[in-house]
């Protein structure tokens, strides 16, 4: 079975920097696109960066090239360096990953993702 797990949240002060890690496994590296969600309380999900199999790449624009998604294949991780760290950026992140065999028509955070990950709390304190 696939399985996804989400770690590396944690409690920043605005300006800080956190790198979350989704950790892979029963998926073939390398294939399918990959991508971070987030959830704040009363808020809708929110796609924040998608990453295709040959490193195309998808940002929502709130982050404002403030994150970076990569992928590192030979450990099946996938991550998302968070930057200049705003309250507004507070929220459950989770990871996703289609399934493997979909070519994604480039990074996209419309496609389906069919695995998810537990989500791991990022708190940015003002």
């Known amino acids: 079975d696939v399985q996804l797990v989400a770690s590396g949240g944690g409690l920043v002060e605005a300006g800080g920097s956190l790198r979350l890690s989704c950790a892979a496994s029963g998926y073939t590296a390398g294939y399918g696109c990959k991508a971070w969600f987030r959830q704040a309380p009363g808020k809708e999900r929110e796609g924040v960066a998608a990453i295709d199999s040959v490193l195309r790449k998808k940002y929502t624009d709130p982050i404002k090239g403030r994150f970076t998604i990569s992928r590192d294949n030979a450990k099946n991780i996938l991550y998302l360096q968070m930057n200049s760290l705003e309250p507004e950026d507070t929220a459950m992140y989770f990871c996703?990953?289609?399934?493997?065999?979909?070519?994604?028509?480039?990074?996209?955070?419309?496609?389906?993702?069919?695995?998810w990950g537990q989500g791991t709390q990022v708190t940015v304190s003002s």
């Open positions: 996703a990953a289609t399934a493997v065999t979909s070519s994604c028509r480039g990074a996209s955070l419309t496609e389906t993702y069919l695995y």
